[in-house]
């Protein structure tokens, strides 16, 4: 049975930082691509980031810049740094892992998913 967890989820102020942490079990993560989405209340999911098997990585255009995504496949970990954060930013953040043969940015890229974090930016 594969569960992704989430960690690291809370309140910050704008302009401060936040590092999501994804823990995997009954999956490899080094034959998985991974993302994380995000969803705030009233909208649809919406891709953030996300790393290929090569750890080639993708980021949505309102977070290029400011959020970084890494992995590391010996603790079966994905990582998104979130800096400068905006109130904008405020959402459930989901990581996910699939097998990375649809394009990343797409949510039918993953086939398990994480129960999400909350963050919340004040401003």
């Known amino acids: 049975q594969v569960q992704l967890v989430e960690f690291g989820g809370g309140l910050v102020q704008a302009g401060g930082s936040l590092r999501l942490s994804c823990t995997g079990s009954?999956?490899?993560?080094?034959?998985?691509?991974l993302g994380w989405f995000r969803q705030a209340p009233g909208k649809e999911r919406e891709f953030v980031s996300a790393i290929s098997r090569r750890s080639s990585t993708y980021y949505a255009d309102s977070v290029k810049g400011r959020f970084i995504i890494s992995r590391d496949n010996a603790k079966n970990t994905v990582f998104l740094q979130m800096d400068s954060l905006k109130p904008e930013d405020t959402a459930v953040y989901y990581c996910?892992?699939?097998?990375?043969?649809?394009?990343?940015?797409?949510?039918?890229?993953?086939?398990?998913w994480g129960q999400g974090t909350q963050v919340t930016v004040s401003s």
């Open positions: 996910a892992a699939g097998d990375g043969r649809i394009v990343l940015q797409s949510n039918l890229a993953y086939d398990y």
């Open positions: 009954g999956i490899i993560f080094s034959r998985s691509a």
